[in-house]
C-alpha cells in the first residue's frame, strides 16, 4: 500500500472523532455561553452594606466615580423574569459600588434591553447606573 492510500485510509478509520469531536466542541461552546451570557449576580456581603439612594442630599460624600450594574444576557436573559433581571442588576451594580470602597449608591432608573430575532423579541437584559459615594458613616 503506498504512503496516499495509508493516509486515505487513516481519514476514514479516524472520520467519526472528528464528527465526536465536532459535537463536543459545540457542546462545551453552548456550555460556556450559557454560563457567561446570563448573569445572575449574587450580592456579596461588602454589597449589602451598600445604602442605595436616588438623589445625593449630603455635602460630606466622596465621589468614587460611575458605576454600572447588569443583569441577563443576550443568549438566556429571555428565560429570566423583568423582576429578577433587575434584582440582577441591582446587586451587580451594589457589589461593584463596594469594590470602589463605596458605601452609598445613588442609582438612576434601570433600563430594560431588548433581543429580537426570526420569532420576535423578548427582554433580555437589566441595565442600572449610579454613582458611588463614599460618605462618613456617622451621618449616614
Not at 460624600?61 to 441577563?72: A, D, E, F, H, Q
Amino acid at each position: 500500500m503506498n504512503a496516499e492510500n495509508q493516509t486515505k485510509n487513516n481519514l476514514v478509520k479516524f472520520s467519526w472523532l472528528a464528527g465526536a469531536t465536532k459535537v463536543t466542541l459545540l457542546a462545551s461552546c453552548t456550555l460556556a455561553m450559557t454560563l457567561v451570557g446570563c448573569s445572575t449576580a449574587k450580592l456579596t456581603e461588602t454589597g449589602k452594606d451598600i445604602e442605595v439612594a436616588f438623589q445625593l442630599d449630603r455635602k460630606d460624600c466622596t465621589n468614587l466615580g460611575p458605576v454600572m450594574g447588569k443583569g441577563g444576557g443576550s443568549f438566556f436573559g429571555g428565560w429570566i423574569s423583568d423582576e429578577k433581571l433587575v434584582e440582577f442588576a441591582t446587586n451587580d451594580i451594589r457589589n461593584k459600588a463596594a469594590t470602589k470602597g463605596a458605601n452609598l449608591l445613588i442609582m438612576g432608573p434601570h433600563q430594560m434591553g431588548n433581543t429580537s430575532g426570526q420569532y420576535g423579541g423578548t427582554t433580555s437584559t437589566a441595565t442600572i447606573s449610579g454613582v458611588a459615594y463614599r460618605c462618613p458613616r456617622a451621618t449616614l
